[in-house]
C-alpha cells in the first residue's frame, strides 16, 4: 500500500518507457514519486523495438549505461513493397536495438534506487481531481497525490472513465488494427532495419539484445477476420505474398512459442490533457509506428515535463501555467510528426500505392532523407 495519509508530489499510471523516464527524472529533482504498473517486471510488450539515437544520451541520464552494453547500431533503412520491390538508404541519426524486456526492467530499477514507490500487478481504475490535487483509486485503495500523469498505451479502462472523446461512437471511415509481435533468430544485418508492406500492412524487424530479432507486424482487424481469425493463416497467405517475408517467416527460428498480440488500436487523435491528468506517449498523441519512433517520442514527454513541472505543486496558478505550456511545447515537437507519420500510414500497405511510391522515392534519395528526418527529432 502507499503511505498512510501520504500525497505525493506525482503519481505516474503506467510504467513503459514515458513513465519510468519520468519518474526517474522527478525523483533525481527529490519529488516524492509513486507509480503505477499493471503488469509484473520485466515483460514483454507489442512493439518495435528500434530506438532513435534521439533519446541515446537521455537515456544515460536515466542511469541507463548503453554505452556499455554493446547494443546493435542501426544506420540503415530497407523498404520493400509487397512484390519484393526493395529500397535501401541510410538512417543519417540511427538508432539502437533493445528489447522491451530488458529496457523496461532496468529502468524500473533504477527508478527504484533513486526512491519511486512502485507498484506492480497494481490496475489504476479511477482518476479524480478535485480541490487542486488528486485522488487515484487503484489496487492498493486510494492515494492522493498534487500532480497526476497518464503513460497507459494505446488503449486503457482509464480512457472510458475520463470520458475521452475517442472512445464514444466510433468515427465514420475509422478502422481498428491488430498488432503482433515475435522475438525470432535468424542470420540478419545488424545495421538495418526493415519495413516490408503487404495488403493492408507492414512487417518491422531489427535487431536487439541477446542476438534476437524482433519482428513486429500491423495489419487491419479486417485482415485477420478474412483468415478465419487465424494468425497463422493469414500470414501465409497474406503475408506470404511479399517474397522477402516469406523467406523470413520459413527460415526464422520463432522463440517463446506464441506471439504477443494487441487488437482494436484506432489511430485517430488524442488530447494531452484530461480534468488535469497530463498524458504522454500512446495516452497523449496516439503515436503511429511510421512517426519514426514512438518510444523516443514517450521519452522526450517526459523530458519536457520533467523541465516544466512547477516548483510549487500547490500553486493553481502554476497549474494552469503549466498545462497550457505543456500542450504547446507538445505540439510544437510533436504534430508535424505525427502528421507525416500519418501520410506513411496511409501510403504503406497498398500494394499498387506502396509499390509507386517506393519507385519515385528511389529516383529523389534527397526527398526520402528529408521525409525521414522529419520523422525523428533531435538529441535531447
Not at 503488469?39 to 544520451?57: A, L, M, Q, R, T
Not at 512487417?203 to 494468425?231: A, P, R, V
Not at 517467416?249 to 494487441?262: M, V
Not at 511510391?357 to 521525409?371: D, E, R, W
Request: hydrophobic residues 40%; proline residues 2%.
Amino acid at each position: 500500500m502507499s503511505e498512510p495519509n501520504a500525497i505525493y508530489d506525482a503519481a505516474i499510471i503506467g510504467g513503459g518507457l514515458g513513465g519510468l523516464t519520468l519518474a526517474i527524472q522527478l525523483a533525481k529533482q527529490s519529488r516524492k514519486v509513486i507509480l503505477f504498473e499493471k503488469e509484473k517486471y520485466p515483460f514483454h510488450k507489442v512493439c518495435g523495438e528500434y530506438i532513435s539515437n534521439e533519446s541515446w544520451d537521455y537515456l544515460i541520464s536515466c542511469g541507463i549505461h548503453l554505452d556499455k552494453m554493446n547494443l546493435p547500431k542501426i544506420s540503415k533503412l530497407g523498404i520493400t513493397a509487397s512484390n519484393g520491390f526493395y529500397l535501401s538508404h541510410n538512417l543519417d541519426l540511427g538508432g539502437f536495438g533493445i528489447s522491451r524486456f530488458t529496457m523496461d526492467n532496468l529502468l524500473v530499477e533504477e527508478a527504484k534506487k533513486l526512491g519511486v514507490e512502485v507498484h506492480e500487478n497494481c490496475k489504476v481504475s479511477q482518476v479524480n481531481f478535485s480541490a487542486n490535487s488528486f485522488e487515484i483509486q487503484s489496487s492498493i485503495g486510494i492515494t492522493k497525490s498534487y500532480y497526476a500523469f497518464g503513460s497507459f498505451g494505446k488503449k486503457s479502462n482509464l480512457d472510458i472513465q475520463l470520458n475521452r472523446d475517442f472512445t464514444k461512437e466510433k468515427k465514420r471511415g475509422s478502422s481498428n488494427f491488430i498488432a503482433v509481435k515475435y522475438h525470432i533468430k535468424k542470420t540478419f544485418n545488424s545495421e538495418l532495419i526493415e519495413l516490408h508492406n503487404f495488403k493492408d500492412g507492414y512487417c518491422g524487424i531489427s535487431q536487439i539484445d541477446e542476438d534476437k530479432l524482433c519482428l513486429c507486424y500491423l495489419t487491419s482487424e479486417q485482415n485477420l477476420k478474412n483468415h478465419n481469425n487465424n494468425i497463422k493463416e493469414m500470414e501465409a497467405e497474406v503475408l506470404g505474398k511479399n517474397p522477402y517475408l516469406k523467406k523470413i517467416f520459413t527460415e526464422a527460428t520463432f522463440l517463446y512459442g506464441q506471439p504477443l498480440t494487441i487488437s482494436q488500436i484506432r489511430f485517430e487523435p488524442k488530447s494531452q490533457l484530461e480534468n488535469h491528468l497530463v498524458l504522454l506517449g500512446d495516452a497523449a498523441g496516439l503515436i503511429a509506428p511510421l512517426c519514426g519512433n514512438g518510444m523516443s517520442m514517450a521519452m522526450r514527454a517526459s523530458s519536457i515535463i520533467a523541465k516544466i513541472l512547477p516548483k510549487d505543486l500547490e500553486s493553481e496558478k502554476d497549474r494552469l501555467i503549466f498545462e497550457k505550456e505543456y500542450q504547446k511545447i507538445w505540439k510544437e515537437n510533436f504534430i508535424l510528426r505525427l502528421s507525416i507519420g500519418r501520410i506513411f500510414q496511409r501510403l504503406f500497405g497498398s500494394d499498387r500505392i506502396t509499390f509507386w511510391a517506393l519507385k519515385l522515392l528511389k529516383q529523389f534519395p534527397t526527398l526520402l532523407s528529408n521525409l525521414i528526418g522529419l520523422t525523428h527529432g533531435k538529441k535531447f
